[in-house]
């Protein structure tokens, strides 16, 4: 946990409570977190799996990589320092949509276990699902739609996922995605929509 930096701040905690939103809403509220390769489909199944989610009235968010880091995550590089905390802070926005009762869906390379660890600790054990996104690097190379892979192996991007810089794979996630070249998107979508059902977060 980051040490705060002043000693004149104060939690202050509302009158309506997670559990209040969630009854409103009628689902529970989690973290979905995807991690795996880039290029391995992590943006695309999350997005289709969010539009599941939204057809059937059901609250929801993706918080993309490139997308946040336009924004509230702009400063930072993707050296290991700022890796680290650009997980941290993505972690600590999850956070929020949790309490408001929200299904967001975060979709990050999160290459480092310890920074994935540190979140399911920011967010809880039956709040944070781990999806590994499982595609080799020869198939996300082979789809490479930003033509990352490419500069990344001519030396024009540093600290690259799988080509400069490691992957650590999740150990135990609670939900692997066979996500190679006859992926069926439609099938993923299905399965993790069995999984919410299951651990009864939705109906």
């Known amino acids: 946990m980051n040490k705060i930096k002043s000693n004149n701040i104060f939690l202050h905690k509302g009158e309506i409570s997670k559990s209040d939103r969630q009854k409103q809403n009628g689902h529970g509220s989690c973290c ?11 943006s695309t199944l999350a997005m289709a799996l969010e539009k599941k989610l939204f057809d059937q009235g059901i609250k929801t968010y993706v918080l993309d990589g490139d997308n946040i880091r336009h924004g509230l995550n702009s400063n930072l590089d993707f050296s290991p320092e ?7 802070r993505i972690g600590e926005v999850a956070k929020l949509f949790i309490d408001a009762g929200i299904i967001v869906l975060s979709a990050f390379i999160s290459p480092y276990k310890k920074d994935r660890d540190r979140v399911r600790n920011i967010l809880g054990e039956n709040e944070f699902i781990e999806v590994f996104v499982d595609a080799d690097i020869e198939t ?7 033509g990352l892979y490419q500069k990344a192996r001519a030396g024009e991007i540093n600290d690259f996922t799988g080509i400069s810089s490691p992957y650590e794979r999740p150990e135990n996630p609670e939900i692997i995605i066979d996500n190679g070249k006859n992926s069926d998107l439609n099938k993923n979508v299905q399965l993790l929509m069995s999984y919410l059902k299951n651990k009864e977060i939705i109906n």
């Open 32 to 42: 979905i977190w995807f991690t795996g390769l880039s290029g391995s489909g992590k």
């Open 82 to 88: 700022d890796r680290t905390e650009n997980i941290r």
């Open 140 to 146: 996300c190379e082979s789809r490479d739609p930003k």
